[in-house]
């Protein structure tokens, strides 16, 4: 072990002492420009004339905007002293409404060059102070989330938090370094002092780099930061987006993007490529792999820019461009570290095919016979005005081929879907109905509007439970509650969603505000504004309470801050009148009896479950570190919590582990542009595309997946239900008559 420590050492040393020269340098300050000043003025404009709540920039509240703002650049009060706060206010808040109307945003650059040039300073005190030995056994506590303390009153106070803030690293990183060894750490044992070097580079490396991040920080960023702060006064999902925000975004809704189809990664400020995309032209050029290391970037037949040490976001633009045209990669190949090689790469259009949904196949016995029941996991509502994917069409391609397997029963699995496009919500209900409304929108002049889905077909008439979280929000709570309101699907999961009821609309930047933009790239930015909020066909709005499930399983998600009404400035709730309309007769859908019966069984087999008394100990646990405010800054304290949670974290993850038996049996349904993906990787590596036949197997998934276990248990019971209720209708069908 010493020896291996001593070499890490001796390299670690090296490149402290390197990033920590860069890291010394003076700060930089950060000004606004000529376009910033027509983005903001644009900005106002919308706010007061499309955003639902009608309010104008003099309402805004410019002594609780400046502290969300100093709040957003020093979230844990490690900067700022009382003072420079109360400075801020008094120099800004007469004036501020005047900045805005004007598109200065001058307040804004002001405040954050101030924290910059304190944080720079601040850090490189905290390089230096780590050269001395730190204090690791006195007896005190740290609070380690400060969002809520009062801003120390001195230099003298900061230099006091930061100094127990660094104790409490320095014991995090030792701690760390047990986890590894198993070692018992006292004042007397012999490694403490290797593990106490090792962390203290490991701190220099971190603190360095955060050093370094900030310097990256550009002036787009301090305004993103600025008028975002700006959009969320009028609510939380309201914000800015400059330019390069706008096109990450485009990208993410359509699940598509121009370039070379690799994943990167900053290390210690090498660009690394950490993953090919399959089917993209990084893998078919056959020449790059993970780990290699990108030196340089040239376009076309230009020359190359040094990208070593360059901030990722500005590496990945040299790296993207138009499709069809050429980019030089100088790289550093991992089976050979002494060399370098160009390799030249065509861009083309890369299909990002883990965000769409996919399907699985579960087998689950019944009355002693297997049936097949399909599973949709659904991460958004996401689509595009041109020919890429769209949520609904993956998704009826998924109900095709699950009912190629006779599957007996649906679960559309919402849990990690946070949204997306409102359209797709609506036409993705009418898969499961036949007719009716799905939503009602009500505008900023109090208009609502219904939207129905008028189709008839639909893509599955049969069992459909719906499984969600907290986490699934706004247009996947469309979904749940309208197929709740039409008796469509059982809603399983959390107690509640996510309690999102608002629509935005992305509304980009026009002229005569864009002509400094557009005019060089062609793009411009964009605003996405609360311009509406929805109500499901019942009336009720999921606004702040979301979509109660008809039955509810435990979770660690209901005791998160991750909710709409955790949110500052959200939206209340409120209700309009229901849709007028009569229910079409669905060929399948659930009344209360049966929810409650389903139900009620549930319950009584939880107590009885293994499964449900480890779950809610788990979820106990969770709470009680939650709930832990303050840590003790004495090494000795420390260890023994460590290895006492250590113990109870090892029995859970051994009970957890022999759990795996309760899995079902699985098949992964993939979309056919994904299969086709699989197949163009395969023969782009030279790979046997037969090989690929491996995945239409049924395998027992390694991890239990709780909710989804006991949905599929709450589906069989159902089944079972049903089809006795079959045979009894049909036994006293056949009773012959005298």
Known sequence: ?????????LFLLFYSVAISCKASSQATPLYPNALMKHETQWLIKVLEQAHYNKLGITDLNASAFIDRFVNKLDKQRLYFTAQEVEDFHTKYSKTLQSHFEQGNLLPGFEIYNQYKTKAISRLNWVLVELDSDPSLFIDKNYTANREKKNWATTENGLDSLWKDLINFEY?????????????????????????????????KRSYSRWIKNINEFESSDVQEIYLTTLTHMFDPHTVFMNMKEKEKFDQAMNNEFVGIGARLQDEDGYCTIKELLPGGPAEASRELEPEDIILKVAQSDGDFVDVVDMKLTKIVDLIKGPKDTLVRLEIRPIQDPSSVKVVRIVRDKIKLTENLAKAFVKKIELNGEEINIGVIELPSFYGSSGSGPKATDDVEELIAKLKSYDIKGLILDLRRNGGGYLSEAVNLTGLFISRGPVVQVKNTDGKIRKKFDFNPKVAWNGPLFTLVSRYSASASEIVAGALKDHNRAIIIGDETTHGKGTV?????????????????????????????????????????????????????NMFLPIGESDLDNALPNDSIPAVNFRKTLEQYSFNKLAIDTLKKDAEERR????????????????????????????????????????????????????????????????????????????????????????????????????????????????????????????????????
């Open 1 to 9: 072990m010493h020896l291996h420590l001593n070499f890490k050492l």
């Open 171 to 203: 014991i995090r990183e030792v701690i760390q370094q047990f986890d590894e060894n198993t070692t018992k750490i006292s004042k007397n044992t012999p490694e403490l002092k290797d593990y106490i070097d090792e962390s203290r580079e490991n701190l």
């Open 504 to 556: 935005q609309s992305m509304i980009q930047m026009n002229l005569p505000f864009n002509i400094l933009s557009s005019r060089n790239t062609g793009k411009t930015s964009a605003a996405k504004i609360t311009i509406q909020k929805y109500y499901l066909p019942s009336g009720r709005s999921t606004q702040i309470n979301g979509v109660k499930s008809d039955i509810s399983i435990p979770s660690i």
């Open 607 to 738: 107590k009885k479950s293994d499964v449900f008394n480890y779950l809610n100990e788990n979820i106990d646990f969770f709470k009680q570190k939650r709930e832990k405010k303050t840590f003790s800054l004495n090494l000795e304290h420390r260890l023994d919590q460590r290895i006492q949670e250590n113990s109870k974290n090892e029995d859970f993850k051994n009970i957890f582990k022999g759990f795996s038996k309760l899995s079902y049996p699985s098949r992964e349904i993939v979309l056919s542009i994904v299969s086709d993906q699989i197949s163009q990787s395969r023969k782009a590596r030279g790979l046997d595309l037969n090989e690929t036949d491996s995945i239409k197997e049924f395998k027992i998934p390694t991890d239990l997946d709780i909710s989804l276990n006991e949905t599929l248990n709450i589906l069989r019971v159902h089944l079972s239900a049903e089809k006795a209720l079959g045979t009894a209708q049909k036994s006293n069908q056949e009773t012959p008559k005298i």
